[in-house]
């Protein structure tokens, strides 16, 4: 599962460099099974969704194949509202303005 997994990441990585905004969805849907991978407890990820999915899926190539095609529509819409938030940080951080990333809150810890 993990070879899988790892092979899915490297080819969405490279597919990625093209800066096409679908092939980036890709590659981040493919970093949140990959986070999901690190964190669940074996027994859950074995015998969950993504479990189900990695054994499957013959291949990387596969793997991205069984992408839902809803799922990228939605991270399309989110890319889509973000842009004036994000273009307004640009502007501010091109201003001057301080960024930190990660930053302590309530409740952050």
């Not at 092979?7 to 986070?35: F, K, M, N, P």
């Not at 899926?57 to 809803?70: F, K, N, T």
């Amino acid at each position: 599962m993990a070879g899988v997994l790892a092979d899915a990441y490297a080819l969405s990585l490279q597919q990625a460099e093209s800066g096409d905004a679908i092939t980036s969805d890709r590659l981040a849907i493919v970093l949140a099974w990959c986070e999901s991978f690190h964190r669940a407890p074996m027994g859950a990820l074995i015998a969950g969704t993504l479990g189900k999915k990695l054994r499957k899926a013959e291949s990387g190539a596969a793997l991205i194949e069984s992408i839902d095609p809803c799922s990228l529509q939605d991270l399309a819409h989110l890319r889509s509202s973000a842009v004036p938030q994000i273009e307004r940080w640009k502007s501010e951080i091109a201003g001057g303005v301080g960024f930190e990333p990660n930053p302590v809150f309530a409740g952050s810890g």
